[in-house]
């Protein structure tokens, strides 16, 4: 599985999307810190996906893409 995290300008929900079959769509507010992060989703996905998303977000080091759109960010993680 394939996860995309979209970061989103101003006020967001966050939000798990598993519309398309093989990606998760992780979206929320730009600027949110990692640790806030994990509190807030720790229930909504297994341990090793919050990991995932998480290192996809905060770890400068792990090989993704970042495209802009609009005013909002999307990052893929790249395999």
Same mark, same amino acid.
């Given at each position: 599985?394939?996860?995309?995290? %979209?970061?989103? $300008? +101003?006020?967001?929900?966050?939000?798990?999307?598993?519309?398309?079959? +093989?990606?998760?769509? *992780?979206?929320?507010?730009? +600027?949110?810190?990692? !640790? %806030?992060? !994990?509190?807030?989703?720790?229930? /909504?996905?297994?341990?090793?996906?919050?990991? $995932? *998303?998480? !290192?996809?977000?905060?770890?400068?080091? %792990?090989?993704?893409?970042?495209?802009?759109? +609009?005013?909002?960010?999307?990052?893929?993680?790249? /395999?």
């Amino acid at each position: 599985m394939k996860i995309e995290v %979209h970061l989103i $300008r +101003g006020e967001a929900k966050t939000l798990f999307d598993f519309s398309e079959p +093989g990606i998760l769509r *992780v979206s929320f507010q730009m +600027g949110m810190d990692k !640790k %806030h992060l !994990k509190d807030r989703c720790n229930t /909504a996905v297994t341990p090793e996906i919050l990991e $995932r *998303v998480v !290192k996809l977000y905060s770890d400068e080091n %792990h090989p993704k893409e970042m495209v802009e759109s +609009g005013r909002n960010m999307i990052i893929r993680e790249l /395999a």
